[in-house]
């Protein structure tokens, strides 16, 4: 299903990264003789959906599962003791007596009617626990921060493979001819470990890229004519373009690239007047600015971009992703106490904000909400405070989407090392958000060099249904 065929193609670079110019300049340069000759417009799933948009919230730098989602009482208990030798050759010996096993930061609570236990550092989403399904059985296969983020956004470690909104606009394209299907928030403070290939469409066509955009009045960057122009005027010269365009398209026999061109210069002109619109977070309530912590300095930023989320998806946006972390993010390699408490406060309450919102708008049934970054962390300690990445084990949550709210799938090892029951690999993550959204994993295609890609890869992948409610 939607298999193309793909020759030769420019590097994946030149159309990485995001905004309509950008989207425009890719189409110039792709070379993909058989690409869609119009923008992703909305198809039919394979089977019924579940959910029929997406919100990823990304905590890039790894946060902690055990001092967030993952209560580990044996840690707290051996806390200061060298790793048990039974877990495994991890570190060498000189390594295990100069990292102790480092307790919780914080303590554990039960929440909601289903007694989640989630740690105080999170005490907003704590409230909503009942939503939540916490997989505690994710696992990777890199320890450093690109390929992990790569694995997570594209399911590989390489670099330049299409990443999962790339996958879910050309399978479902978008809601809305105004908008994109595949819209990124990215982090203020600078870029991901991996930067822009992580939301990038690799060897898809450049239609199903990330966009990025903000808040505020110029959402896309280099997307409004200058001043002195007015829209007639701008209209006027695109329809002259646009007449040549296809003079020349008829010329050429139907050159998709060309026409793909033309449809990418007409979403940017329609995104002029849509985006603002809905990107301007001012005809919100004062009653839903404080209830994304708006009024508050230090969630007044992440609490704008869960609020902006909420709006694309209502607008038609079909994958949403912010980026919470940048560079550094959550990477608490020196003194985790400081660092979650800062990115805690930053996020905890615009994201219990966004879930509440959804909910009481009739939105989370069918809108898939995931929360996690590229690894977990060490249950030994690094610097005497820190904790130093861990692939092995570590915790995502979903939300809507009809899963299993107040539910708890798969766990790790007594002190949190390794994923040790039900254990939920990068790629039976990607299988089941694509299912959640109507799309068999292994039909989705795009036949590339004479191979057939897909986002799960060629080693196999599993739906875990066990999550479904």
């Known amino acids: 299903m939607y298999s193309q065929a793909a020759n030769s193609r420019r590097e994946f670079l ?50 902690s599962h055990i001092d967030l989602f993952d209560p580990k009482p044996d840690l707290m208990k051996y806390a200061g003791q060298p790793l048990p030798e039974s877990f495994g050759q991890v ?53 450093n921060h690109p390929q992990s983020v790569y694995q997570l956004n594209t399911g590989s470690v390489l670099m330049g493979k299409p990443s999962v909104g790339s996958w879910v606009a050309y399978g479902l394209g978008s809601e809305n001819r105004d908008m994109p299907a595949f819209v990124v928030l990215p982090d203020p403070g600078g870029g ?40 007639a005027q701008q209209r006027n010269i695109l329809n002259l373009t646009q007449q040549f365009n296809r003079e020349h398209l008829d010329s050429r026999g139907q050159d998709d690239e060309l026409a793909a061109r033309i449809a990418a210069y007409e979403l940017a002109f329609r995104m002029q007047s849509a985006a603002p619109e809905l990107v301007d977070i001012s005809r919100e309530t004062s009653q839903t600015h404080v209830l994304y912590g708006l009024d508050d300095p230090e969630s007044n930023e992440f609490g704008q971009r869960c609020l902006l989320a909420r709006r694309l998806i209502e607008g ?20 985790v106490s400081k660092n979650h408490t800062n990115y805690c406060r930053r996020t905890d309450k615009p994201i219990a904000g966004l879930l509440k919102d959804l909910r009481r708008r009739g939105l989370l049934d069918d809108t898939l909400v995931v929360w996690g970054g590229e690894f977990g962390r060490m249950p030994m300690s690094e610097q005497g405070t820190g904790r130093d990445h861990n692939p092995w084990g570590y915790c995502y949550w979903l939300a809507g989407a009809r899963i299993r709210g107040g539910h708890v799938h798969g766990a790790t090892d007594p002190l949190g090392l390794r994923a040790d029951d039900d254990k939920v690999h990068v790629r039976d993550l990607h299988a089941t958000i694509e299912h959640l959204l109507g799309i068999d994993h292994e039909l989705l295609t795009f036949s590339h060099n004479g191979l057939e890609e897909r986002l799960t890869g060629p080693t196999g992948a599993r739906v875990v249904r066990e999550i479904f409610g």
Not at 202 to 222: K, N
Not at 316 to 329: A, E, I, P
Request: proline content about 9%.
């Open 192 to 231: 991901s470990k991996g930067g822009s290939p992580a939301w990038g469409c690799g060897v898809l066509p450049a239609t199903f890229q990330g966009v990025t955009m903000r808040p505020g009045e110029t959402p896309i960057l280099d997307l409004n004519p200058q001043k002195q122009i007015s829209r």
């Open 316 to 335: 038609g946006v079909r994958f949403v992703q912010l980026y919470s972390g940048d560079t550094g993010g959550w990477d608490a390699h020196q003194d």
């Open 14 to 63: 030149a159309k990485a990264g995001g905004g309509a110019g950008a989207i425009a300049l890719a189409m110039l340069s792709n070379d993909d003789r058989t690409a869609q000759a119009s923008l992703p417009m909305a198809r039919e799933p394979h089977f019924e959906p579940r959910a029929k948009r997406v919100i990823w919230l990304f905590m890039h730098g790894g946060p």
């Open 91 to 143: 570190m060498t010996r000189r390594q295990v007596a100069r990292n102790p096993l480092l307790g919780p930061i914080k303590p554990f609570r039960p929440h909601g009617d289903s007694g989640v236990e989630i740690s105080d550092f999170l005490p907003n989403i704590a409230q909503c626990a009942d939503e939540l399904c916490v997989i505690r059985s994710m696992h990777g296969d890199s320890v």
